[in-house]
Nanobody, 127 residues
Framework: QLRPVESGGGLVQPGKSLKLSCVPS????????VTWFRQAPGKEREPVSCISINGGTSFYSNSAKGRFTIERDDAKNTVWLQMNSLKSEDTAVYFC????????????????????WGRGTQVTVSS
């Protein structure tokens, strides 16, 4: 079963930073575009950021722009989400999802396209 594994979540104060990691279990990231989603209590799952196979294309949600950075290193089989200047509204469970494609520059933000999901890591931003 293809399953990304997230880590790096925790409790932080507003304004601080966290770096989430996504490491696939059972597969390598070659030819997988990776997207971070998040889901806050009582809300729908929303895309946060995606990165293409070749790392050359990335997108961010409006709430993530300027504060979050997504990176990948296929040699380490890892995708990271660096989150800076965290706000209370960033509190959510963050999920990593992978989508197999041969389009090198494709970046996917539609959750319906993904069939490999992690179990999530909790991020809580509170003073």
């Amino acid at each position: 079963q293809l399953r990304p594994v997230e880590s790096g979540g925790g409790l932080v104060q507003p304004g601080k930073s966290l770096k989430l990691s996504c490491v696939p279990s059972g597969f390598t990231l070659d030819f997988f575009t990776v997207t971070w989603f998040r889901q806050a209590p009582g809300k729908e799952r929303e895309p946060v950021s995606c990165i293409s196979i070749n790392g050359g294309t990335s997108f961010y949600s409006n709430s993530a722009k300027g504060r979050f950075t997504i990176e990948r290193d296929d040699a380490k089989n890892t995708v990271w989400l660096q989150m800076n200047s965290l706000k209370s509204e960033d509190t959510a469970v963050y999920f990593c999802a992978a989508f197999h494609t041969t389009v090198l520059a494709r970046c996917e933000m539609n959750p319906r396209e993904f069939n490999a999901w992690g179990r999530g890591t909790q991020v809580t931003v509170s003073s």
